[in-house]
Protein backbone atom coordinates (compact mmCIF):
# COMPACT_ATOMS: atom_id res chain seq x y z
CA UNK A 1 0.00 0.00 0.00
CA UNK A 2 1.31 3.17 -1.42
CA UNK A 3 2.15 5.79 1.63
CA UNK A 4 0.58 9.41 0.60
CA UNK A 5 3.48 12.43 1.04
CA UNK A 6 1.17 14.88 3.29
CA UNK A 7 4.00 17.36 3.90
CA UNK A 8 2.58 19.73 0.95
CA UNK A 9 -0.41 19.76 2.49
CA UNK A 10 0.63 20.93 5.98
CA UNK A 11 2.55 23.26 4.66
CA UNK A 12 -0.17 25.44 2.52
CA UNK A 13 -1.95 24.69 6.24
CA UNK A 14 0.91 26.12 8.43
CA UNK A 15 1.08 29.20 5.73
CA UNK A 16 -2.66 30.02 5.77
CA UNK A 17 -2.48 30.22 10.00
CA UNK A 18 0.88 32.30 10.01
CA UNK A 19 -1.07 34.92 7.33
CA UNK A 20 0.20 37.63 5.21
CA UNK A 21 3.02 39.41 6.89
CA UNK A 22 4.34 43.34 5.71
CA UNK A 23 7.67 45.02 5.43
CA UNK A 24 8.55 47.20 7.87
CA UNK A 25 10.97 49.39 5.37
CA UNK A 26 10.13 51.12 2.70
CA UNK A 27 10.04 50.09 -0.69
CA UNK A 28 8.10 52.83 -2.79
CA UNK A 29 9.18 56.24 -1.67
CA UNK A 30 7.89 60.17 -2.58
CA UNK A 31 9.87 62.76 -1.84
CA UNK A 32 9.36 66.65 -0.83
CA UNK A 33 5.99 68.31 -0.06
CA UNK A 34 6.09 71.85 0.78
CA UNK A 35 2.67 73.92 2.49
CA UNK A 36 2.85 77.70 3.00
CA UNK A 37 0.03 79.59 3.99
CA UNK A 38 -1.17 82.58 1.86
CA UNK A 39 -3.41 85.39 2.58
CA UNK A 40 -6.84 83.46 1.82
CA UNK A 41 -5.91 80.13 2.84
CA UNK A 42 -3.34 77.04 2.10
CA UNK A 43 -0.98 76.28 -0.57
CA UNK A 44 0.80 72.54 -0.81
CA UNK A 45 2.85 71.25 -3.74
CA UNK A 46 4.01 68.07 -4.38
CA UNK A 47 5.80 66.59 -7.32
CA UNK A 48 4.06 62.99 -9.17
CA UNK A 49 7.33 60.67 -8.91
CA UNK A 50 7.63 57.24 -6.89
CA UNK A 51 10.97 55.88 -6.33
CA UNK A 52 11.41 52.03 -6.28
CA UNK A 53 14.89 52.20 -4.02
CA UNK A 54 17.08 54.50 -6.30
CA UNK A 55 14.99 54.29 -9.52
CA UNK A 56 12.46 56.41 -10.55
CA UNK A 57 9.73 54.07 -11.19
CA UNK A 58 6.42 55.54 -10.96
CA UNK A 59 5.54 59.12 -12.66
CA UNK A 60 1.78 59.50 -11.57
CA UNK A 61 1.80 59.11 -7.64
CA UNK A 62 -0.63 61.58 -6.41
CA UNK A 63 0.08 62.68 -2.97
CA UNK A 64 -1.93 65.36 -1.87
CA UNK A 65 -5.64 64.48 -0.88
CA UNK A 66 -8.27 66.26 0.32
CA UNK A 67 -9.81 65.52 3.92
CA UNK A 68 -12.91 65.80 5.35
CA UNK A 69 -14.34 69.52 4.69
CA UNK A 70 -11.90 71.66 6.00
CA UNK A 71 -8.01 70.02 5.39
CA UNK A 72 -5.80 69.30 2.98
CA UNK A 73 -2.77 66.47 3.36
CA UNK A 74 0.48 65.67 1.42
CA UNK A 75 2.77 62.73 2.32
CA UNK A 76 6.28 61.61 1.44
CA UNK A 77 7.65 58.23 2.23
CA UNK A 78 6.31 55.21 1.74
CA UNK A 79 3.56 54.97 -0.82
CA UNK A 80 1.42 51.88 0.51
CA UNK A 81 1.96 53.54 4.44
CA UNK A 82 0.22 56.54 2.75
CA UNK A 83 -2.54 54.55 1.68
CA UNK A 84 -3.00 52.89 4.94
CA UNK A 85 -3.06 56.35 6.72
CA UNK A 86 -5.73 57.72 3.94
CA UNK A 87 -7.71 54.74 5.09
CA UNK A 88 -7.61 55.33 9.03
CA UNK A 89 -8.59 59.20 8.19
CA UNK A 90 -11.85 57.87 5.77
CA UNK A 91 -13.13 56.33 8.75
CA UNK A 92 -12.35 58.75 11.08
CA UNK A 93 -14.12 61.06 8.97
CA UNK A 94 -17.14 58.74 8.31
CA UNK A 95 -17.53 57.87 11.94
CA UNK A 96 -17.39 61.91 12.74
CA UNK A 97 -20.24 62.17 10.01
CA UNK A 98 -22.38 59.65 11.17
CA UNK A 99 -22.96 61.99 14.82
CA UNK A 100 -25.10 64.45 12.25
CA UNK A 101 -24.48 66.98 14.71
CA UNK A 102 -23.76 69.96 12.28
CA UNK A 103 -20.04 69.40 13.00
CA UNK A 104 -16.91 68.17 11.37
CA UNK A 105 -13.68 68.08 12.17
CA UNK A 106 -11.14 70.89 11.58
CA UNK A 107 -7.27 70.62 10.57
CA UNK A 108 -6.05 71.04 13.99
CA UNK A 109 -8.09 68.15 15.05
CA UNK A 110 -7.11 65.69 12.05
CA UNK A 111 -3.16 67.25 12.93
CA UNK A 112 -3.33 65.64 16.13
CA UNK A 113 -5.20 62.32 15.36
CA UNK A 114 -2.17 61.97 12.94
CA UNK A 115 0.61 62.62 15.48
CA UNK A 116 -1.36 59.90 17.44
CA UNK A 117 -1.53 57.79 15.08
CA UNK A 118 2.39 57.86 14.15
CA UNK A 119 3.29 57.63 17.48
CA UNK A 120 1.72 54.96 18.52
CA UNK A 121 2.81 53.09 15.29
CA UNK A 122 6.79 53.80 16.60
CA UNK A 123 6.05 52.89 19.69
CA UNK A 124 5.08 49.45 18.56
CA UNK A 125 7.99 49.51 16.15
CA UNK A 126 6.17 49.45 13.15
CA UNK A 127 5.66 52.68 11.86
CA UNK A 128 4.65 54.32 9.07
CA UNK A 129 7.49 55.49 6.94
CA UNK A 130 6.27 59.07 5.61
CA UNK A 131 5.85 62.22 7.04
CA UNK A 132 3.26 64.65 7.09
CA UNK A 133 2.12 67.96 6.11
CA UNK A 134 -1.46 68.64 7.43
CA UNK A 135 -3.10 72.60 6.58
CA UNK A 136 -6.25 73.75 6.23
CA UNK A 137 -9.21 76.33 7.07
CA UNK A 138 -12.06 76.38 9.15
CA UNK A 139 -13.63 79.10 10.55
CA UNK A 140 -11.17 81.97 9.11
CA UNK A 141 -8.43 80.57 10.61
CA UNK A 142 -5.84 78.99 9.36
CA UNK A 143 -3.55 75.80 9.74
CA UNK A 144 -0.78 74.51 8.84
CA UNK A 145 1.63 71.84 10.61
CA UNK A 146 3.77 68.45 9.86
CA UNK A 147 3.93 65.38 11.40
CA UNK A 148 7.30 62.97 10.88
CA UNK A 149 7.37 59.20 11.14
CA UNK A 150 8.24 59.05 14.88
CA UNK A 151 5.57 61.36 15.76
CA UNK A 152 7.68 64.81 16.21
CA UNK A 153 5.10 67.61 15.22
CA UNK A 154 4.60 71.39 15.10
CA UNK A 155 3.25 74.23 12.94
CA UNK A 156 4.17 76.74 11.03
CA UNK A 157 3.64 79.49 8.52
CA UNK A 158 5.41 77.08 6.15
CA UNK A 159 6.79 73.78 6.34
CA UNK A 160 8.46 70.95 4.29
CA UNK A 161 9.22 67.93 4.34
CA UNK A 162 12.69 65.60 2.96
CA UNK A 163 15.22 67.64 1.23
CA UNK A 164 12.96 70.41 1.12
CA UNK A 165 13.68 71.00 4.90
CA UNK A 166 17.21 71.36 3.97
CA UNK A 167 16.77 73.49 0.34
CA UNK A 168 13.10 74.90 0.41
CA UNK A 169 12.63 76.11 3.45
CA UNK A 170 15.47 78.70 3.56
CA UNK A 171 13.93 79.89 0.39
CA UNK A 172 11.18 80.40 2.08
CA UNK A 173 11.84 81.94 5.67
CA UNK A 174 13.67 84.84 3.24
CA UNK A 175 9.98 85.35 0.64
CA UNK A 176 6.99 84.47 2.62
CA UNK A 177 4.76 86.95 4.49
CA UNK A 178 1.53 86.51 5.08
CA UNK A 179 -0.23 88.89 2.72
CA UNK A 180 0.75 86.77 0.15
CA UNK A 181 -1.58 86.63 -2.90
CA UNK A 182 -2.62 83.53 -4.48
CA UNK A 183 -0.42 84.41 -7.76
CA UNK A 184 2.53 85.00 -5.88
CA UNK A 185 2.41 81.72 -3.37
CA UNK A 186 1.92 79.50 -6.49
CA UNK A 187 5.30 81.47 -8.03
CA UNK A 188 7.26 80.99 -4.38
CA UNK A 189 6.05 77.02 -4.86
CA UNK A 190 7.47 76.90 -7.86
CA UNK A 191 10.48 78.41 -7.14
CA UNK A 192 11.07 75.92 -4.20
CA UNK A 193 10.29 72.87 -6.42
CA UNK A 194 12.50 74.00 -9.14
CA UNK A 195 15.76 73.92 -7.05
CA UNK A 196 14.57 70.47 -5.53
CA UNK A 197 14.17 69.39 -9.20
CA UNK A 198 17.65 70.50 -9.61
CA UNK A 199 19.14 69.49 -6.46
CA UNK A 200 17.21 66.14 -5.63
CA UNK A 201 17.45 62.88 -7.55
CA UNK A 202 14.33 61.81 -6.66
CA UNK A 203 12.26 64.64 -7.83
CA UNK A 204 10.57 64.78 -11.08
CA UNK A 205 9.15 67.79 -12.97
CA UNK A 206 5.99 66.78 -12.68
CA UNK A 207 3.97 68.22 -9.99
CA UNK A 208 0.44 69.36 -8.01
CA UNK A 209 -0.10 72.54 -6.23
CA UNK A 210 -3.26 71.90 -3.52
CA UNK A 211 -5.69 74.93 -2.25
CA UNK A 212 -7.79 75.05 0.09
CA UNK A 213 -9.65 78.12 1.37
CA UNK A 214 -12.80 78.57 3.44
CA UNK A 215 -14.82 78.04 0.33
CA UNK A 216 -13.38 74.38 -1.43
CA UNK A 217 -10.20 72.43 -2.11
CA UNK A 218 -8.71 72.49 -5.24
CA UNK A 219 -6.00 69.91 -6.44
CA UNK A 220 -4.40 71.09 -9.92
CA UNK A 221 -3.65 69.16 -13.01
CA UNK A 222 -0.31 67.54 -13.28
CA UNK A 223 1.99 69.91 -15.10
CA UNK A 224 5.91 70.74 -15.64
CA UNK A 225 7.98 73.60 -14.41
CA UNK A 226 10.32 75.53 -17.40
CA UNK A 227 13.80 74.54 -16.27
CA UNK A 228 17.35 75.56 -17.19
CA UNK A 229 20.31 73.28 -17.28
CA UNK A 230 23.17 75.75 -18.58
CA UNK A 231 24.50 76.82 -15.49
CA UNK A 232 28.74 76.25 -15.36
CA UNK A 233 28.09 74.40 -12.39
CA UNK A 234 25.99 71.61 -14.01
CA UNK A 235 28.36 71.69 -16.83
CA UNK A 236 31.43 70.99 -14.98
CA UNK A 237 30.44 69.95 -11.19
CA UNK A 238 34.08 68.79 -9.73
CA UNK A 239 35.50 72.15 -10.80
CA UNK A 240 37.68 72.96 -8.20
CA UNK A 241 37.14 70.34 -5.77
CA UNK A 242 40.04 68.87 -4.10
CA UNK A 243 40.27 65.20 -4.90
CA UNK A 244 37.91 64.84 -7.36
CA UNK A 245 38.62 62.83 -10.75
Known amino acids: MNSIDSTPAKNSLLSSEIGSERTLYPYVTGTSVIGI?????ILMAADMGGSYGSTLRYKSVERLKSIG?????????????????????????LYDNMWDDGNSLGPKEVHNYLTRVMYNRRNKFNPLWNSLVLGGVKNGQKYLGTVSMIGVHFEDNHVATGFGNHLARPILRDEWHENLSFEDAVKLLEKCMRVLLYRDRS?????????????????????????FWGFSAFQNPTKGAEGSW
Not at 37 to 41: C, I, N, T, W
Not at 216 to 226: G, H, N, R
Open 203 to 227: AINKLQIAKITEEEVTISQPYSLKT
Open 69 to 93: KHSLLGASGEISDFQEILRYLDELI
Open 37 to 41: KYKDG
